[in-house]
C-alpha cells in the first residue's frame, strides 16, 4: 500500500510541478542557486578549521588570519544573499503558480454543471479554491527543490566529515539512527493531524458560509443555541486536530537539539579518550563542532520539509479532485445562436434529477416564436425544469429540445445562454451599485443605455427614487432592497441584455400590488414581438398569454388560451380557483 501511495504522491507531485512550465528561468535559477548553496555551506567550517591548526595555533600568524578571516566573512555575505534569493525566488515561482492554479479551478468551477453544485457544499469549494491552494505554495517555498538541496547538503556534509576524520565521523553520525526513528514518528503523526485540521477547516468553512446565508431562517426558527452548539462542536474539533500537530512539533524539535548536543558531547568525549592516538587537532574538533550543528539542522528542516511537501500534496490531491471533475455540460457545439426565429420544440423529452425519480415523462410541445406561452402546474410539476433545459444547465435524458429547427446541443453554451434571458423569483444580486448589478460589469455596455432602457420600460422613476440612482451601493444578495426592487432590477437587467428568448420564472410570486403594476407594464414592454414563457402562480397574471400549457407530474394535462381552459371544468380552472383563494397544490 505504502509503494501505491509513493507512486500516487509521486505521481501528483509531477502533475504540480507541471504547472511550472512557464516559469522555466525562474525555476533554472532557484535550482542553480541550491546547488551552490549545497556545496559553499562547508566552506567556512574548512576555513576556520585550518585557521585555527596552521595561524593560531602552529604559528599566530594575525596576517595571514585576518585574511582567512576576511575569506570566510564574503564566503558568509555570499551564502546569506544566496539564501535571501533562493526564499525570494521560490516564493516568487510559488506565488505566480498558485495563482496560475487559483484562475484554473476557479474556471473550471464556473464550467461545472448545475447537478455539481446541488451536491456540493458552498464551504467546501472555497475551501479548495482558497487554503487548499494557498497551503500548494509551500511546496515551492519549502518543498521538493529545497528538500533536495538540503539532501544534497547532508551528502556534501558526509563527504566531508569523513575525509577529515572518518573515526570522529562515524562518532557524530551514532545518534542520527534515533533521530530518523524520531522523524519517521513526527512525519507520520503530522500528516494524519494535518488531514484532520484540512477537514475540519473544510466544515467549519461549509457551516459558517451555510448558516450566515441562512441565517434568517436560523433566527426566524429560533435555532441560534443550537446552532451554536453545533459551531462549537465543529470548531472544537478544528482546535484538538491543531493542538495535536502542535504536540508533535512542540516533542520533535527538543528530541533534535538533545540529539545534536549528544552528538557534540560524544565527539568531544570520544577526542580527548582517544587523544593520544587519533592525534585531533583543535582545527578538526572545531571543525566537528560546527559540522555537527550544521548537520542536525537540515536533518531537522528535512522532517518539517517532507511534512510540508506531504501537506502540499494532500491538498494538491483535494484541488485535483476537483479539476478531474467530468461534471460539464458538453460544450462541443460549434454553430452561433444570434437569434430565435422559428418554435422552440421539446421531442419525446424524459428528464431526472435523481436516478429513478422522473421529473418529465416523454414531453412534446411547443413554445410559438414571438409568442408568449405560459406554463402553469402544481408545484413539483416540472415548470422550472423546462427553464433549466432550455438553458442546458442540466442534460435531458433522452429526446430532443430544438431551436430554430437545431437540436440545443449543436450550439455553443455562450451563444445558447446569451440569447435567453431570465428573471427568477429569487433574484442574486451582487455586492455592487445598480448599474454594476444591472450590467453585469459588462463595460461595453455604457450608463446611456442603461438608462435609455429603463426609461423605456416606465421605470426611471423607480431608479430615482433609490439614493444615488444607478450608483446606490447593493448589499450581498441585496439585503438592503424589497423583494420588488430587486425582480425590478432583474427586469431591467435582462431588457438591457436584449435576449430573443424571454423567462419569467414566478417573477411576481412574492412582490406588492404597486411593485406587480409596474413590473406588468414592464412585462408587456419586455415580451412585445419576443419569444416568451411566463411560469406563474398567479394565474390572474397570465390572462393576455398566447398559449397555457398546464403541466402535471412532467406532461402536458391541458393546453389552450385562457378563456378556452377557464371555461372547462379541467384542472387549470381548479388551479385557477385555488391561485385565488391562496391555495399552493402540490403534485
Known sequence: MSANTSKFNTTLLKRIYSFTSPYKLLLITAIAIILILSFISIVRPLLFSYALDNYVVKTQNASSLNNISLIALLVLVLESALQASSIIITNTLGQNIIKDLRNKVYTHILSLKNAYFDNTPVGLLVTRAVSDIESLSEVFASGFLIIAGDVLMLVVFTVGMLSVNWKLALIAFSTIPLLLIATAYFKKGVKKTFTMVRNAVANLNSFANEHIVGMRIVQLFNREEKEFENFKQINAQHRDANIKSIFYYSVFFPVVDVL?????????????????????????????????????????????????????????????????????????????????????????????????????????????????????????????????????????????ILINEKNIKNYTLTSLRKSTGVVLQDIFLFNDTVLNNIRLSDYSISLEQVQAATNFMGLTAFIESMPGGFDYKITERGQNLSAGQRQIIAFIRVFVFNPSLLVLDEATATIDSNTELLIQKATSQLTKNRTSIIIAHRLSTIKDADNILVFEKGKIVEQGNFNELINKSGKFKTLYTASIEGIELTT
Open 260 to 400: 545534536s548536543s549528544l552528538s557534540i558531547a560524544l565527539v568531544l568525549w570520544y577526542a580527548g579518550f582517544k587523544h593520544n592516538t587519533l592525534q585531533v587537532s583543535v582545527g578538526q574538533l572545531f571543525f566537528f563542532v560546527m559540522m555537527v550543528n550544521l548537520l542536525f539542522r537540515p536533518i531537522r528542516m528535512l522532517a518539517d520539509r517532507l511534512n510540508t511537501l506531504q501537506m502540499g500534496i494532500v491538498s494538491g490531491e483535494r484541488i485535483f479532485k476537483i479539476l478531474d471533475t467530468n461534471e460539464k455540460i458538453n460544450d462541443s457545439g460549434k454553430e452561433l445562436l444570434f437569434e430565435i426565429t422559428h418554435d422552440i420544440v421539446f421531442k419525446n423529452v424524459n428528464f431526472e434529477y435523481v436516478t429513478n425519480h422522473p421529473i418529465l415523462n416523454n414531453l412534446s410541445f411547443s413554445i410559438k416564436h414571438r409568442k408568449t406561452t405560459a406554463i402553469v402546474g402544481a408545484t413539483g410539476a416540472g415548470k422550472s425544469t423546462i427553464i433549466n433545459l432550455i438553458s442546458r444547465f442540466y442534460e435531458i435524458n433522452s429526446g430532443e
